[in-house]
Nanobody, 115 residues
Framework: QVQLVESGGGLVQPGGSLRLSCAAS????????MGWFRQAPGKQRELVAIFTHDGDINYADSVKGRVSISRDSAKKTVNLQMNSLKSEDTAVYYC?????????WGQGTQVTISS
């Protein structure tokens, strides 16, 4: 199995920034789709940002210009830098990755934007 461990979630005020990190237990490469999803109460899980298997980066329209995804193969991590946070960004954020055609999810980390 592959374990994905997230960190960096927490409480931040509107307009603030937060950096999420996901550490994988296995080596990662460009062939791995890796990214972040989020799910707010009562809503479906939605894509935030992802490195696709084609090597492209896709961002949800709701976060474009405010979110940047990156990965570090040496550290086996994928990161999500979030800026200009809004209350609408409040959700549980999940790390996602594929290895050999199988999908893996992190445990989820709570991100709350509130005054």
């Amino acid at each position: 199995q592959v374990q994905l461990v997230e960190s960096g979630g927490g409480l931040v005020q509107p307009g603030g920034s937060l950096r999420l990190s996901c550490a994988a237990s296995r080596s990662i490469g460009s062939n791995n789709a890796m990214g972040w999803f989020r799910q707010a109460p009562g809503k479906q899980r939605e894509l935030v940002a992802i490195f696709t298997h084609d090597g492209d980066i896709n961002y949800a329209d709701s976060v474009k210009g405010r979110v940047s995804i990156s990965r570090d193969s040496a550290k086996k991590t994928v990161n999500l830098q979030m800026n200009s946070l809004k209350s609408e960004d409040t959700a549980v954020y999940y790390c996602y990755a594929t290895f050999f055609g199988r999908a893996y999810w992190g445990q989820g980390t709570q991100v709350t934007i509130s005054s």
